[in-house]
Nanobody, 123 residues
Framework: VQLQASGGGLVQAGGSLRLSCRAS????????MGWFRQAPGKEREFVAAIARSGGGTFYADSVKGRFTISRDNAENTVYLQMNILKPEDTAVYYC?????????????????WGQGTQVTVSS
């Protein structure tokens, strides 16, 4: 499967962005999906995950209550709605696909990655 992330940009603190991750090559319902992010000089960190069916989600504490992950298997797309953005949310955001079941929370469980999209939040 190939993943294409989009939707990043520059936004002021308190604003919102919606990231999209479109899959091609295979249908998305074969994969649990996740979003990770990597800020300059830091390791890639988990942001959110959604199970294959979309029935289960999990969030990092730092984004809980502000970000929402969702999927539209018919459109082969996963979304990350980001609200009340903070400067510390600034990073390159990556979507990942995992052939595992449940909610994969570590990057090692993801075998497929999109190219990343830059999110910059100004104070």
């Amino acid at each position: 499967v190939q993943l294409q992330a989009s939707g990043g940009g520059l936004v002021q603190a308190g604003g919102s962005l919606r990231l999209s991750c479109r899959a091609s090559g295979r249908t998305l319902n074969n994969y649990a999906m996740g979003w990770f992010r990597q800020a300059p000089g830091k390791e890639r960190e988990f942001v959110a995950a959604i199970a294959r069916s979309g029935g289960g989600t999990f969030y990092a504490d730092s984004v809980k209550g502000r970000f929402t992950i969702s999927r539209d298997n018919a459109e082969n797309t996963v979304y990350l709605q980001m609200n009340i953005l903070k400067p510390e949310d600034t990073a390159v955001y990556y979507c990942g696909g995992s052939e595992g079941y449940g909610l994969p929370l570590t990057s090692q469980r993801y075998g497929y990655w999109g190219q990343g999209t830059q999110v910059t939040v100004s104070s």
